[in-house]
Nanobody
Framework: QVQLVESGGGLVQAGGSLSLSCVAS????????MGWYRQAPGKQRELVAHITNGGGTNYADSVKGRFTIFRGNAKNTVYLQMDSLKPEDTAVYYC??????????WGQGTQVTVSS
């Protein structure tokens, strides 16, 4: 089992920046990749960014060039640096870890609100 705890988020004006952090505990050696998803009210959860153990990254088109995902030295942490935020980035952001047999682990979510 893997447990994920997120921190960061909050309220920011459009054009501002926020950073999210996620720390994994438990069977961290079983994690293949980590990422961030978000869910806005009335919408489905969507991938924001994803990073593999090898460092390969993938971003949603809507955040390319504005958001950066990276892992910590300890490899059990993942960060999301969000710059040039837009009101449409407002959502609950969830940390995700991918384990064996495509098992998904989720954090509790953290609210990001961008005011116009």
């Amino acid at each position: 089992q893997v447990q994920l705890v997120e921190s960061g988020g909050g309220l920011v004006q459009a054009g501002g920046s926020l950073s999210l952090s996620c720390v994994a505990s438990g069977s961290i050696s079983s994690i293949h990749a980590m990422g961030w998803y978000r869910q806005a009210p009335g919408k489905q959860r969507e991938l924001v960014a994803h990073i593999t153990n090898g460092g390969g990254t993938n971003y949603a088109d809507s955040v390319k060039g504005r958001f950066t995902i990276f892992r910590g030295n300890a490899k059990n942490t993942v960060y999301l640096q969000m710059d040039s935020l837009k009101p449409e980035d407002t959502a609950v952001y969830y940390c995700n870890a991918l384990g064996p047999l495509a098992t998904d682990y989720w954090g509790q979510g953290t609210q990001v609100t961008v005011s116009s």
